[in-house]
């Protein structure tokens, strides 16, 4: 399948890349690292508890982290939490080359993931009576969004992908549309302008009427952060720092202030399907062309922490939750749900009930995160190897390996052993990576 052909069926969606692919596990990859930390005495609500010891099923978290890179992936890291009782650990190597490894508490970018700090940032503004989520996007950006779209797509639309509004990635990387990685390479030190990217988006192909169906798009997000800062006449960049990482009492997340990341990290290898081979290392990136829909830095259990404050009320009030949580169907090329879509977090149900998150992809990097209704079931991951997978005649992605032993981690990370016999899992039950597979509405 071309990839001209992959970004009309909506594989731009999350920021353009799906997690998957291809060449072969170098040797270095093969060595393998697990770390492991135990309980901490604080559960969500900040009083003391005894950990569990059936809570976590630390062997079977310890054995399927290890089956990822066994599996192919280059390095995983992953951090997962019941209450009070905490288990974080790595397997395989930060660097192919040397044979680093990687370690749990890795710097990471988390792509799209950023989107739901993004909406907290907002919600702040309607609890304050700054913001009215179904005015007119026109009341407060009329030059960015003028004439009939500015008169009907609202801030609810651009937080639930409803706005009808296409997406940027094609117009910042047209080098895809011509089965080519050229534009990965030639943005790399690119400074982006978030108008820029929200004039590439505005100009796209619509994929429907406002509010007339759910169509992922980064562009969504990047007006919502250009409508942040017209609001509080203050950096998107400062008031997402102050008022919801700093909030949150989050110490390793972030928006970089340059190509490299300053904190331990992994290298990020890109496969693009297979149309870079070996897999090159993207770690180093100007991501201004994500701006507030994905270029994000944060750890897994910065990830963690986040969720726990905002379903615990300490982010956005009780009405700006339920509204975060009010959410439309996502369907896949099938018209099969695959999730449903909040404003800027989205509800995903397992075995063992609901939880609320996102997922992320970046060149390179990819990342899930989730937490049950009320924070005390939680796990994140982080991978470094994008786009592994091939493609089958029909053009559709195989299953790979990799996406079945991450859906085993991740089912003993938020239902316990006992949940299952992960070990007969054939493919992935739930999409880990369920923004990827989104297709655009047909008109």
């Known amino acids: 399948m071309s990839l001209p052909r992959l970004m009309m069926a909506g594989l731009a969606s999350s920021v353009v890349l799906v997690t998957l692919t291809a060449a072969a596990f170098p040797a270095a990859a093969q060595r393998v690292s ?22 976590l099923d630390r062997d079977a978290l310890r054995a399927t982290l290890d089956g990822v890179p066994a599996a192919g992936m280059y390095g995983v890291y992953s951090s997962v939490r019941d209450g009070g009782a905490r288990w974080a650990g790595a397997s395989g190597v930060a660097d192919v080359r040397t044979g680093r490894p990687v ?19 907002l919600m702040q503004q309607v609890e304050r009576g700054r913001l009215d989520l179904d005015a007119p996007i026109g009341r ?33 990387f047209p080098s895809l549309l ?14 982006f302008a978030p108008e820029e990217l929200a004039r590439l988006g505005l100009a796209a192909e619509p994929t429907g009427r406002p509010g007339e169906r759910a169509s992922y798009s980064n562009t969504n997000y990047v007006i919502a952060g250009l409508l942040l800062e017209r609001l509080t006449g203050t950096r998107v960049e400062t008031y997402i720092t102050r008022n919801v990482i700093d909030r949150a009492g989050l110490r390793d997340t972030y928006f970089p202030r340059t190509p490299f990341i300053p904190g331990p990290h992994s290298k990020m290898y890109e496969a693009l399907y297979g149309l870079i081979d070996p897999p090159r290392d993207y770690s180093v990136y100007n991501m201004s062309w994500a701006f507030t829909a994905g270029a994000l830095v944060s750890t897994m259990d910065d990830l963690n ?25 996502f369907t896949d090329e099938q018209g099969s749900v695959v999730m449903n879509y909040g404003l800027g977090i989205y509800a995903q149900d397992w075995p063992c009930g609901r939880f609320w998150g996102h997922d992320g992809a ?16 939680q796990a994140s991951f982080g991978i470094n190897l994008m786009k592994y997978q091939q493609f089958d005649e029909n053009g559709q992605i195989q299953v790979h390996p990799i996406d079945i032993a991450l859906a085993q981690h991740m089912l003993v990370a938020l239902c316990g052993a006992q949940a299952g016999a992960p070990s007969t899992l054939k493919a992935p039950a739930v999409p880990l990576f369920p923004t990827e597979g989104l297709r655009p509405a047909r008109r």
């Open 34 to 55: 697990v770390t492991a930390r135990q309980a901490e005495p604080a559960g969500l609500d900040g009083t003391a508890r005894t950990p569990d010891a059936s809570a």
């Open 103 to 121: 370690t749990s508490g890795m710097h990471h970018r988390i792509g799209s993931v950023s989107k739901a700090f993004t909406s907290v940032a």
């Open 140 to 172: 407060y950006l009329p030059r960015l969004v003028p004439g009939e779209r500015g008169r009907t797509v609202t801030t609810r639309m651009l937080l639930n992908h409803t706005s009808g509004i296409g997406d940027y990635i094609p117009g910042a």
């Open 178 to 191: 011509q089965n080519s990685p050229a534009s990965l390479d030639d943005n790399r030190f690119r400074q």
């Open 305 to 329: 922490a986040f969720y726990r404050a905002l379903l615990g009320g300490r982010l956005v009030g009780a009405a700006q939750l339920a509204e975060m949580q009010r959410t439309v169907p």
């Open 362 to 377: 970046v060149f390179g990097s990819g990342t899930v995160t989730l937490s049950s209704p009320d924070g005390r079931r």
